[in-house]
């Protein structure tokens, strides 16, 4: 039973930075590409990143470019996001979720596989 679990959300200040996890196991088959996303209260739920599992090519929504990053860790099937410099904005739901085909998107329904979330609240 593929199994996506997400970790590392919380409070934090304006500017400060927070670390998310994402480990998923029980996959038959390997994932092609494991990708965030964030749902804000009121919002639907948007695509920040989502990187290649073979190569580590990574691909990130504007809004997020130069702040976040994402990385892997395959012998862990573990999915990092790290964020610097939040905002207020950047509040919400984060989910990490598995897409078997290879091409990278950040379509929330282009994946097949998800986490049950983390929260997150950029607030002072």
């Known amino acids: 039973q593929v199994q996506l679990v997400e970790s590392g959300g919380g409070l934090v200040q304006p500017g400060g930075s927070l670390r998310l996890s994402c480990v998923a196991s029980?996959?038959?088959?390997?994932?092609?590409?494991i990708g965030w996303f964030r749902q804000a209260p009121g919002k639907e739920r948007e695509g920040i990143s989502c990187i290649r599992r073979s190569n580590g090519r990574s691909y990130y929504e504007d809004s997020v470019k130069g702040r976040f990053t994402i990385s892997r860790d395959i012998p862990k099937n573990t999915v990092y996001l790290q964020m610097n410099s939040l905002k207020a904005e950047d509040t919400g739901v984060y989910y990490c979720?598995?897409?078997?085909?290879?091409?990278?998107?950040?379509?929330?329904?282009?994946?097949?596989?998800w986490g049950q979330g983390t929260q997150v609240t950029v607030s002072s």
């Open positions: 979720a598995a897409r078997g085909r290879e091409q990278a998107t950040l379509v929330a329904g282009d994946y097949d596989s």
């Open positions: 029980g996959f038959t088959l390997p994932y092609a590409y």
